[in-house]
């Protein structure tokens, strides 16, 4: 391995020429055993309202997870986010929502979906409205089972829904979903129109906004391990929570990221 700092050739050279993009799970908090266990850090809203004021407001959470579930974790501080890979957005205030019933077909196989996974304890199902994911990280001897099941309800589905895999987890989305088409549409908006977007996520659900980040000239990083079409990788959430601090509190982009590819 190799190790690089990042250049100014490399990144906008200032705040009011980039766009950033987080992704939540395993970026901004550490992941979990449960879904419903992530823990924030209470300082980050702060910082990343600091960080928005310095970017123009051009700063946006990307995740897999439910807008709803995304503000509660933030309280007060509502930011620009793409929720369920996509489905659902907020660009400057604007808000649109996934509703349930437009997926009747889906409603019905999560039904099916937890009636087949009860008779296996540690394989979660997690249910988001407009997407379904499988979790076996409780039950990682299930990996196998929790996976045929996934793609056994998407064939049942048709054309409409896929699978996207990440960590110890399976999820059942309509095709049309994913965070590079989302990241794009943001950058259509003001104040993120004209800008170089930076993208940074930990999984296989972030490799879609990586290709997308880099067909644009933009930066896409990876945090932790893992094979990856990121350019730059940082090593933990906590790595970039204090790098996400020092931006905010000192104005400048942080260069010092590191990269092992």
């Known amino acids: 391995m190799r190790e690089a700092l990042l250049t100014q050739s490399m990144l906008p050279v200032t705040n009011d020429e980039c766009a950033l993009f987080l992704d939540f799970d395993g970026t901004l908090v550490d992941i979990a055993e449960r879904p419903d266990a992530v ?8 910082v990343l309202t600091r960080l928005e004021e310095r970017l123009g407001g051009a700063l946006a959470i990307i995740s897999g997870r439910p807008i709803n579930f995304l503000d509660g974790q933030f309280g007060a501080s509502l930011f620009d986010t793409a929720g369920l890979h996509g489905l659902e957005h907020r660009i400057a205030g604007r808000l649109m929502l996934c509703d349930p019933d437009d997926h009747p077909d889906l409603r019905a196989a999560i039904e099916r979906l937890e009636e087949v996974v009860s008779s296996k304890p540690g394989v ?4 988001k409205g407009c997407s379904v994911a499988v979790h076996w990280r409780q039950a990682p001897q299930e990996k196998d089972f929790a996976l045929a099941t996934a793609h056994a309800a998407v064939e049942a589905l048709g054309s409409s829904y896929r699978v996207q895999h990440g960590k110890a987890v399976a999820e059942i989305l309509p095709a049309a979903a994913g965070k590079g088409a989302v990241i794009e549409k943001f950058l259509q908006h003001p104040p993120y129109r004209g800008r170089r977007p930076i993208f940074i996520g930990d999984d296989l659900t972030d490799e879609n906004g990586f290709k ?12 932790g391990a893992g094979e990856t079409v990121a350019r730059e990788r940082l090593g933990t959430p906590s790595d970039l929570r204090k790098s996400l601090s020092r931006w905010a509190r000192e104005g400048s982009l942080p260069f010092n990221w590191t990269s092992d590819t």
Do not use: Q, T
Not at 39 to 46: F, G, H, N, T, Y
Not at 124 to 127: P, V
């Open 212 to 223: 997308m980040v880099n067909a644009l000239g933009g930066l896409s990083v990876r945090i």
């Open 124 to 127: 979660l199902i997690e249910d």
């Open 39 to 46: 823990v924030l850090d209470p300082a980050l809203p702060e």
